[in-house]
């Protein structure tokens, strides 16, 4: 049996998907030109800020900060009793 689908249905699914091709263009644009500059306008970083993203997430990671991350994965965290330690020191 198919479903109808009524227009208004329709209308509000085309623009969702229309709004997430818009972001997606807008975020490959603003990537491009920043690979290039370096700098981002202001009217971008607005943009940036709404959408909680920055053109640096779309960039390969650095050899040193890979380094960096695996030793700080092997190293031992401190534990709960040395925050509270810290903590008292403050008071």
């Not at 370096?38 to 709404?50: N, T």
């Amino acid at each position: 049996m198919t479903e109808i689908i009524k227009p208004e249905e329709n209308l509000k699914l085309d623009s969702a998907v229309l709004a997430k091709a818009v972001v997606r263009f807008m975020k490959r644009d603003i990537s491009e030109r920043f690979k290039q500059t370096r700098e981002i306008s202001d009217e971008d970083w607005e943009f940036c800020e709404q959408i909680d993203w920055h053109p640096v997430d779309e960039l390969p990671m650095k050899p040193e900060h890979i380094k960096e991350l695996k030793k700080a994965l092997k190293e031992t965290p401190i534990g709960y009793k040395a925050s509270e330690k810290f903590l008292e020191s403050l008071k």
